[in-house]
């Protein structure tokens, strides 16, 4: 599997569309191909955001923490996302924030892994919604999927990358 593509919008310490390209070009030898991304910034710009979000969009809120209990999985679910939404936007009047990542799996399909949150007027989300794309090679129109039981997704996520491997 290859990660391509990291989007934010308004998510986080992320303002407006922000986008990071992880795919590696097509038309370098193979000497010159390298998997190494580097991340650097400042406190509070955003590496860590980067790296949970990934993790996040993956495996749901099994990927949050290494516990196995409801109690502590929730809490770690609150505490990441009790500022899930940028503030600026949100001061604004923003409501919404979310994530995508997109990445090809070994049998050449692009997948675009998409949540979206929607916050009430305290920053507290009221929703939460996953979509999931998934473009066949040689297709140019993916197959959208809205998400609706979160095991059905985790089996399909595991069948691509196993979340004990993480």
């Known amino acids: 599997m290859i990660f391509k593509k990291l989007t934010f919008k308004n998510y986080k310490t992320y303002y407006g569309v922000q986008e990071v ?31 949970k979000a990934i993790l996040y ?3 749901g809120k ?6 196995t209990s409801k109690t502590v999985i929730e809490t770690e679910y609150k505490k990441l996302f009790s500022n899930v939404i940028n503030n ?10 979310s994530a995508s990542l997109v ?3 070994d049998a050449g399909e692009e997948w675009t892994l998409s949540v979206k ?7 507290i989300i009221s929703q939460e919604e996953r979509e999931i794309a ?33």
């Open 117 to 123: 949150w929607y916050v009430d007027s305290f920053k």
């Open 103 to 105: 990445l090809e799996t």
């Open 21 to 51: 390209d992880l795919h590696i070009p097509e038309n370098v030898t193979q000497d010159e191909k390298r998997n190494i991304i580097l991340l650097g910034g400042l406190n509070g710009a955003g590496k860590t955001t980067f790296l």
């Open 62 to 67: 099994r990927g949050i923490t290494n516990s």
């Open 57 to 59: 969009i993956l495996f």
């Open 134 to 166: 998934i473009k066949k090679p040689g297709s140019n129109i993916p197959k959208k999927m809205m998400i609706q039981q979160m095991d059905s997704y985790n089996r399909l996520i595991d069948s691509v990358i196993p979340f004990h491997a993480v």
């Open 88 to 97: 600026t936007y949100f001061e604004e009047g923003g409501r919404d924030c």
